[in-house]
T-cell receptor
Framework: AQSVTQPDIHITVSEGASLELRCNYS??????LFWYVQSPGQGLQLLLK??????LVQGIKGFEAEFKRSQSSFNLRKPSVHWSDAAEYFC???????????????FGKGTHLIIQP | AAGVIQSPRHLIKEKRETATLKCYPI?????VYWYQQGPGQDPQFLIS???????DKGSIPDRFSAQQFSDYHSELNMSSLELGDSALYFC???????????????FGPGTRLTVL
């Protein structure tokens, strides 16, 4: 069974500082990896995704993530955070159709990002 | 661009009542997914449909059922509601005509269900 671990429940970063949110996954085949952001009471916005190819992927809002197969990781980074980045961040993994179905995504527990002025 | 539409956006029900949530996928999307996100929790996959047939099943309670209609919209029916069913319910859709690839799921804004 696939799983996602986000080791950090909360992270506090000063505005303008760099950010790295950790994500480790477990999946038997080629994983499809995603980062979503959610503001309180709001829906899920896709930041970026990795399907194949270049292991460093660029997303919206200045975010990037690096897929490292050897470490089963897909960490999210941003060089300089803004107060508006404060939100909940979810890493998710999805499979392919080899099992015959349209696989639902498996999400991590999320990391709550707090931005200090 | 058109997005996934969910209705209603907010719903308040009493225990043991029933609720029906609706999802209208992006035009030409043929696959619909349902997720449940409890307070302070991560979204949990419930069920998916492809071309009106159930495709994958997650942690959907037996009290819940869902279906996808000929126009590809989907409804999640929830019976004998419990306090623990209070959550944000997301629908997502994807275009899966090419099933050799993984197709991105686009999420709707969610329906917030409160059970009193």
């Amino acid at each position: 069974a696939q799983s996602v671990t986000q080791p950090d429940i909360h992270i506090t970063v000063s505005e303008g500082a760099s950010l790295e949110l950790r994500c480790n996954y477990s999946y038997g085949a080629t994983p499809y990896l995603f980062w979503y952001v959610q503001s309180p009471g709001q829906g899920l916005q896709l930041l970026l995704k990795y399907f194949s190819g270049d292991t460093l992927v660029q997303g919206i809002k200045g975010f990037e993530a690096e897929f490292k197969r050897s470490q089963s990781s897909f960490n999210l980074r941003k060089p300089s955070v803004h107060w508006s980045d404060a939100a909940e961040y979810f890493c998710a993994v999805g499979g392919d159709y080899s099992g015959g179905g349209a696989d639902g995504l498996t999400f991590g527990k999320g990391t709550h990002l707090i931005i200090q002025p | 661009a058109a997005g996934v539409i969910q209705s209603p956006r907010h719903l308040i029900k009493e225990k043991r009542e029933t609720a029906t949530l609706k999802c209208y996928p992006i035009p030409r999307h043929d696959t619909v997914y349902w997720y449940q996100q409890g307070p302070g929790q991560d979204p949990q996959f419930l069920i998916s449909f492809y071309e009106k047939m159930q495709s994958d099943k997650g942690s959907i309670p037996d009290r819940f059922s869902a279906q996808q209609f000929s126009d590809y919209h989907s409804e999640l029916n929830m019976s004998s509601l419990e306090l623990g069913d209070s959550a944000l319910y997301f629908c997502a859709s994807s275009a899966d005509s090419d099933r050799s690839l993984y197709n991105e799921q686009f999420f709707g804004p969610g329906t917030r269900l409160t059970v009193l």
